[in-house]
């Protein structure tokens, strides 16, 4: 039987990571730029760029801060005839986000950095992934989250309900804008590409996290937030970085408990729940914002395939899970950290199948919010 923990509340009391101003971001841009300069000009050198590497290698599960840190392994960038190119879209870009973005209180989205760059002449990006790599080595070098430079993301935040307020801002008159997500008829609150100046109103005891949007409509409908007096979030997937930075700053406000509810399965644990807790390799430079380390994973467990008597809902583990499960084992400094989430993973690949969130429907259709959640919450047993 799996080890787990037992909370309420995580022990762990995240960093609280510093926000960056506007002006501060411009003025490290132009910091930046003038060093390039003064290479070229006054040191006759070839001017340089260093970044963080930006992979699982080069990170450290620090228990104490809660997250993916990164380490000092670092690339460099060095003008050349070879480089030439993608140094200059380098210093397009930082120049875009200064004096078009951070100076003019603007936004863009990263689709549209791709299409901006038609006017720059021979050094325009010919895909979007040229783009967008550059983005994030520019995030990595300057050490400010995309969000704070103005770029917005393209993908949904997640939807949320419960008793919640949120107090979000008119753009135009700055006045308050209340958003009472217990009175949202049969849909939910879409959570916003950035979330800083978002405040908040709550009297929830703790907040939900779930993976799929049609569980997550089930319990909407049911009506699941009123009975737990809890807030409803959902991720669809992994979560975007608005969604987990939202669950992070409500989290961290209101000082709530997180619990996580996903699929039984290592995509849920490993991509899903991780991310959400720690963070991830490619974004290691910026977890510390983006991550939820105060989270615990309440579900589905291979246990819960015993306890409830599922052994007829479940499916073989593909060869792409057997794999994930078994590099998370070796590599991954999150769960090479926990004991628990080691013998988790071992029970799956033992029992050698995965179960998704709606199997619970076996027993009903609302087995799920009558019995299950209930059930585990009481008992207060779950994952770190």
Known sequence: MTKKTTARKSAIKPDMPEIVSKADASRKIVAMARDIYEDVIKRGKKPSMKFPIRSLANVKYDPKRGHF??????????????????????????????????DKDDIAGKREVYYNSKSWGECRFDQQTESDTLLDDMEAMLGINREQLGYIPEERGGDVCGPIVVIDQDPVTGKDIKIDCMKLGSGAWS?????????FQTKAKFILVVETSSLFQRLVHHRYYAQANCILISMSGVPTRACRRFIRRLADDQGLPVLAFTDGDPYGYCNIYRTLKVGSGQAAHINQYFCVPQVQYLGVTPQDIIDYNLEDATHPLEEVDIKRARDALKRDPF?????????????????????EQQAFAKHGLNFVLETYLPEKIKKGEFLP
Do not use: C
Not at 71 to 85: C, F, I
């Open 335 to 355: 769960i090479l950290h926990s004991k628990p989430w080691q013998d988790t993973l071992n029970q799956m690949l033992k029992m050698g199948v995965r179960i």
């Open 69 to 102: 840190s990164i380490l000092g392994k670092m690339t460099t960038r060095t003008l050349s005839y070879n480089t030439v190119k993608t140094f200059a879209q380098s210093m397009r870009l930082m120049a875009t986000t200064k004096n078009d973005l951070l």
């Open 191 to 199: 959570i916003p590409s950035r979330v800083e100046h978002l405040r």
